[in-house]
């Protein structure tokens, strides 16, 4: 993996990659906007290591939904190629976990059974789901009660409130062990309180699985708190401006979060948003 | 008053007032101003005529509910099939829909003459002009309910790798039953319609029938028991419907 790539002049971040178990390879995006070629996306990449969680924040619109869309191979990268175990991804990966912003339960299904639904199609749970169901169901309401929704099993997603929905759909995201979890601005609907309880819970849930985990926020407090590294967008056609990896032990508490080196991570964050 | 609007009989006990109100008011007004009994018949009168000819009110009442259910069962199966194909292919909805509009747009009482004529009286243009009548709402309703899944729902599930089939099944199936059940208490309202449409103009059954040839032998009264009829048959139907619905998808909120 000598070769240089063709963007190595405009790279902060080093390249090529190593060891990452997800590589963004020369990354781009383009959209027509009256029949004009807008450039979305100029050039990404950078890998991702087992285990790591990261986060991308940066201006609206810069493209870090349609890298989320890339990486689960919903929308495949049009321009570059993201690779997973070395492999171009190009159909939606079969293992992966998403939550959005909105909770996106299914309303007809309690809340236990809107967790177990990836166990219902994610091999090899699918064809255990039978015999194995009584353990599944016990994994689901271990993981419940983790975020301290064990009683509200048996409800419907809308007796639940907007924060004890977005918990369900962390779980259900978790529940299959996925090897990369997704999350796109999953707080962003929640109050400030709220919020940090559902880092706190979001850390608890991760730590168990420690899977990839790619964050898209608007909050840089919340970026520092849960990433192991961060990646600063720029303004349309974006690139990587910045990384900064985030050195605090884990399990990270509210405390934590209060201290002056968290801070200057944020402020340091903070430092390189640039807006369009 | 806040707490009898809460409270469960409400929705019972007001209409039920309202209506035998509006029946003594009718009373007092037919007693008042002498209108014949030919011209508009007072509530007792017509209660009386019911009592009286209950045997053939309640077997044409039959008949009417079973050409009614016949007509809508077919459309329930058509108008699932058809808002599948609608809400799931594009090409479908772009070749049927259009076609579909314009055939709900023709007045099915101006088509029972015409199956009269093709299929002779009784059942068998009743149960079409029901059918024909019901189904629209209902593929109308199911391909809505599939159209408006939202996309983010259908993603978490393709990126666990769900096949269309289990697209389908998961997401798009219990998606639509909501708009499924909506559309049902609607649609059966209108295969009533349609079945007594037909029974007035080309049948020697029902109580659509028996309300013309009681108007056509001066028996009014006869003739406002007949509607009185129909009017109770259809919350009937109704209620069934809406009552299935609650409980089938009572997680729509």
Redesign the interface.
């Known amino acids: 993996m000598n070769q240089t790539s063709p963007h190595e002049n405009r790279l902060i971040v080093p390249y090529p990659p190593q060891d990452g178990l997800l590589t963004f390879d020369g990354i781009g995006l383009e959209y027509l906007v009256d029949g004009k070629p807008c450039k979305i996306i100029d050039e990404v990449s950078l890998s991702i290591h087992q285990g790591e969680f990261v986060s991308f924040v940066g201006p609206s619109g810069c493209g870090k939904t349609s890298l989320l869309r890339m990486v ?3 929308a495949p990268a049009p321009i570059g190629q993201v690779l997973y175990h070395n492999r171009k991804i190009n159909k ?7 939550a ?1 912003q ?1 909770p ?1 339960l ?4 309690n809340i236990l059974n809107n967790v177990l ?2 166990l ?4 090899p749970y699918k064809r255990e789901f039978k015999q194995k169901q009584a353990k599944f169901i016990a994994m689901a309401q271990d993981m419940l009660a983790t975020v301290g929704l064990k009683d509200f099993q048996s409800q ?3 007796q639940l409130s907007g924060g004890m929905r977005q918990r369900v759909s962390l779980c ?1 995201a978790l529940i ?1 062990q996925p090897e990369i979890l ?1 999350l796109d601005e999953p707080f962003a609907a929640l109050d400030a309180f709220t919020r940090e309880e559902m880092w706190f819970m979001l850390q608890d849930l991760w730590l168990r699985v420690k899977c990839v985990c790619i964050l898209i926020t608007h909050d840089l407090r919340e970026a520092v708190y849960l990433s192991d590294t961060i990646y600063v967008m720029g303004p349309r056609p974006s690139s990587i401006l910045y990384k900064l990896k985030v050195d605090l032990p884990r399990p990270r508490t509210l405390e934590d979060s209060l201290t002056d080196e968290f801070n200057h991570y944020v402020a340091d964050v903070r430092r390189h948003i640039k807006r369009n | 008053m806040n707490s009898l609007l809460r409270s469960k009989y409400a929705s019972v006990v007001l209409p039920t007032v309202t209506t035998l109100v509006l029946f003594i008011l009718w009373e007092i007004i037919v007693k008042i101003f002498h209108i014949p009994s030919f011209n508009v018949p007072a509530p007792s009168a017509i209660w009386s005529a019911a009592v009286e000819k209950s045997q053939p009110l309640i077997e044409n009442s039959l008949v009417t509910v079973q050409t009614t259910m016949v007509g809508f069962s077919f459309a329930i199966v058509a108008g699932i099939f058809l808002g599948f194909l609608i809400g799931y292919s594009r090409l479908a909805y772009m070749i049927l829909y259009p076609i579909l509009v314009g055939f709900n747009t023709i007045p099915k009482a101006a088509l029972a003459p015409l199956f009269a004529l093709w299929f002779g009286l009784g059942f068998l243009p009743a149960v079409l002009t029901a059918f024909l009548l019901a189904f629209f709402p209902i593929a109308a309703n199911v391909a809505l309910g599939l159209e408006t899944v ?1 996309p ?2 259908k ?8 096949s269309q089939l ?1 697209l389908f099944r ?2 798009g199936l ?2 639509s ?1 909501p708009y499924l059940f909506a559309s049902l208490k609607v649609a059966v309202s209108f295969a009533f319609i349609g079945s007594v449409i037909s029974e007035t103009v080309a049948s020697d059954k029902g109580v659509g029938y028996l309300v013309v040839s009681a108007s056509a032998s001066f028996d009014v009264p006869l003739g406002f028991a007949g509607l009185l009829t129909l009017s109770c048959l259809g919350i009937m139907l109704y209620s069934f419907f809406a009552i299935l619905e609650k409980y089938v ?1 009572h ?3």
Do not use: C, Y
């Not at chain 2, 993603?155 to 666990?160: E, I």
């Open positions: 689960s191979g919903l939606p990966l079969k293992n992966v976990g998403i959005f909105s996106t299914l309303p007809w299904r639904l990836p219902e199609v994610v091999q419907f997603p809308w259900r299959h997704l | 939202e983010e729902m993603d978490v599930l393709r990126a666990l790798g769900a289990e998961k997401v219990p998606h039953m998808v997680w729509a909120r």
